[in-house]
């Protein structure tokens, strides 16, 4: 089988690729990346220089290089997105790329996919296209949930799903879908949650808790899902799933962050044999802009149609990550960076503006 994976330079993509190529060695695989700010060749080192795997450095959006590209392809899997939320709430520059890329990119690489003749279309998105829940809410999101997003990655992912689900239904094309919750693990950027904490109290520094308007610290849940889960649900769902069907994916590990901060603080004290502390570790600061409250994920249809569940509680999956991070190859990932650190500082200096600007409007 040849299968092409959009997006397979970034965090999960890469993950995926190589989950991929080790349970599906005779398999052909094809990884179209962008190489934004987000995508790192490193991420696939030892994988993207095999002979049965294809790197193409291209936009999603280029309908007629996918053409090319996705000759001969029977499967894609479809990752490429811009995905950092506090960067589409930037200046509109930022915020119309995620519509580009998430809504165009998507439409145009389906549209490609069903012209070359690829026979099944499997699409990734998130749970954020559901809004967010109430704190005390019984319910969690669930397939038939109404789509509610409130930002503008939320928005894009929205559309994007939409758009495969209406190209599936005027083509009668094979597509799946699923939706997930936050993912971590090994070569996720620094910019997000986890490594960063990690990379800020491996260095002894504060890690950051948002506050919000009621001035309760780290109300905000979150459920979390290690990839590997991620990419074990997204591969049964390609092979057993049933086509046209959307299924939701979890970590069922629901976390406020300020639980989540504590249970990082008690791993990273035993793991750095030293006291971290919510006084000693973590600053305090004002939310971000219309954060979301609760995500949480059903997982019942998964479950039931499947028999899938993930494998990681928070604190194994957690505890295996600061290993990963600390390791002489997470090391050497890291070191590998450092060639794209202009393009993601640049991308964290915009992100940190926004989030200051809105600070100082709101204080
Ligand atoms: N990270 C999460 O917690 C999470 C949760 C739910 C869903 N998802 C979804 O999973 C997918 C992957 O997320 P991630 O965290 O790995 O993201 P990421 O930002 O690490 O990787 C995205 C990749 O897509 C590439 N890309 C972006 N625009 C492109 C374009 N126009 N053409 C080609 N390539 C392009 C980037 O170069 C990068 O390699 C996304 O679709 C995201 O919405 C992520």
């Given at each position: 089988m040849r299968i092409a994976v959009t997006g397979g330079a970034g965090f999960i993509g890469s993950n995926f690729v190589r989950y991929w190529m080790d349970t599906n060695p005779a398999d052909e695989v094809v990884v179209i990346d962008a190489?934004?700010?987000?995508?790192?060749l490193s991420n696939l080192a030892g994988y993207h220089e095999r002979p049965n795997c294809q790197f193409v450095q291209a936009d999603i959006c280029d309908y007629q290089t996918m053409l090319k590209v996705l000759a001969g392809v029977n499967l894609v899997v479809h990752f490429a997105a811009e995905t950092h939320v506090d960067r589409s709430l930037g200046a509109f520059e930022l915020e119309r790329q995620f519509y580009r890329s998430n809504i165009e990119g998507t439409a145009s690489l389906i549209r490609a996919s069903r012209e070359a003749g690829v026979g099944h279309f499997h699409h990734v998105s998130t749970d954020e296209v559901f809004g967010d829940l109430a704190f005390d809410d019984p319910q969690k999101f669930h397939e038939t949930y109404p789509y509610n997003p409130s930002s503008p990655y939320a928005v894009s992912k929205a559309a994007s799903d939409h758009v495969v689900r209406a190209f599936a239904h005027t083509y009668n094309y094979p597509i799946t879908i699923t939706n997930c919750t936050n993912n971590y693990g090994?070569?996720?950027?620094?910019?997000?949650l986890i490594p960063r904490s990690i990379a800020l109290l491996l260095a002894n520094q504060k890690v950051k808790l948002y506050t919000d308007a009621d001035g309760i610290p780290g109300r905000n849940i979150r459920d979390w899902l290690h990839v590997q889960d991620h990419c074990e649900a997204i591969a049964l769902v390609i092979k057993k799933g049933r086509i046209g069907e959307t299924y939701g994916i979890g970590g069922?590990?629901?976390?406020?962050n300020f639980h989540l901060v504590e249970t990082m603080l008690d791993i990273m004290s035993e793991f750095l044999d030293r006291s971290l502390t919510i006084e000693n570790s973590v600053e305090f600061v004002a939310d971000r802009p219309g954060h979301d409250r609760r995500y949480a994920m059903d997982l019942s249809k998964i479950k039931r149609e499947l028999g899938w569940q993930p494998r990681y509680s928070f604190e194994q999956g957690f505890l295996e990550t600061v290993q990963w991070y600390t390791s002489p190859e997470g090391q050497a990932w890291l070191a590998s960076l450092s060639d794209r650190t202009s393009d993601v500082r640049a991308n964290q200096e915009q992100v940190v503006a926004v989030r200051e600007n809105w600070q100082a409007e709101h204080q």
């Open positions: 190489l934004t700010y987000a995508g790192h090994p070569f996720q950027t620094p910019e997000k069922e590990a629901e976390l406020s």
